[in-house]
């Protein structure tokens, strides 16, 4: 047993059984092949419920780019708590954030899908072979030139309507049934490791528990002091 498993195992023996049971059964569907990242949304209700969205469709990593607006805090009311389950990533050093955030994603390995009208390559038709970070631009004028520039690839929505752009949030929700659903039915390699599942379980478990870094710190000291 590694030393998270058992640092694991003691949080389990604080939680509730059934809290176990649920952060096993979330942790197994939970994926960092896919993530999003959100560049300059103005209206944290969007955020937010693109958060939340994130968290339906098992995304464990949300990007947010922000120039020049203050710091991206979910509103509870919408998001329902997914913030304590969804890992928040900002990138907020002016101009330059979108380029630092997609040299990151890449340097990761991640494809860089951004999603625009102003395309014929439909969403459904992009090929999953590599992890893959999906773009929203802002509510009124999309993405910025800088991602259009860097991005790997523009997809659209379909839509068969009079109106040119989903909601950011329903955009999101679209998207990732679109290619979860192309995930569940491929041979790759898309959920979390056991042992990022552990990680994970582990951050979780430190959420729900008063002090949960400083419970934390005195169990790994009681682990490491009993290999002595």
């Given at each position: 047993m590694s030393i998270d498993e058992k640092v694991l195992a003691e949080f389990y023996n604080i939680i509730t059984e059934s809290k176990q049971d649920k952060y096993d059964q979330i942790?197994?569907?939970?994926?960092k092949y896919l993530t999003v990242v959100m560049e300059s949304i103005s209206k944290e209700h969007n955020s937010s419920a693109v958060m939340r969205t994130c968290d339906c469709f098992g995304i464990q990593d949300l990007h947010t780019i922000e120039k020049g607006q203050k710091k991206h805090e979910?509103?509870?009311?919408?998001?329902?708590?997914?913030?304590?389950?969804?890992?928040?990533?900002?990138?907020?050093?002016?101009?330059?954030?979108?380029?630092?955030?997609?040299?990151?994603?890449?340097?990761?390995?991640?494809?860089?899908?951004?999603?625009?009208?102003?395309?014929?390559?439909?969403?459904?038709?992009?090929d999953i072979d590599q992890p893959i970070a999906l773009i929203f631009g802002t509510e009124r004028t999309g993405i910025s030139k800088e991602v259009e520039e860097m991005a790997?690839?523009?997809?659209?929505?379909?839509?068969?309507?009079?109106?040119?752009?989903?909601?950011?949030?329903?955009?999101?929700?679209?998207?990732?049934n679109i290619l979860r659903n192309k995930l569940e039915h491929s041979n790759t390699e898309w959920k979390l490791t056991k042992d990022e599942q552990v990680k994970l379980k582990i951050q979780w478990s430190k959420k729900i528990i008063r002090d949960g870094e400083k419970v934390e710190k005195e169990i790994r000291r009681r682990i490491s002091k009993n290999k002595l």
């Open positions: 942790a197994s569907e939970r994926t979910p509103m509870r009311d919408i998001a329902l708590g997914a913030g304590n389950w969804v890992d928040l990533h900002t990138y907020d050093s002016g101009d330059n954030s979108s380029i630092e955030c997609l040299k990151k994603l890449k340097n990761q390995g991640y494809k860089i899908v951004a999603t625009t009208p102003h395309t014929d390559i439909d969403i459904n038709d992009i790997d690839e523009l997809v659209k929505i379909p839509m068969y309507g009079f109106t040119e752009s989903f909601n950011i949030s329903v955009s999101a929700a679209v998207a990732l």
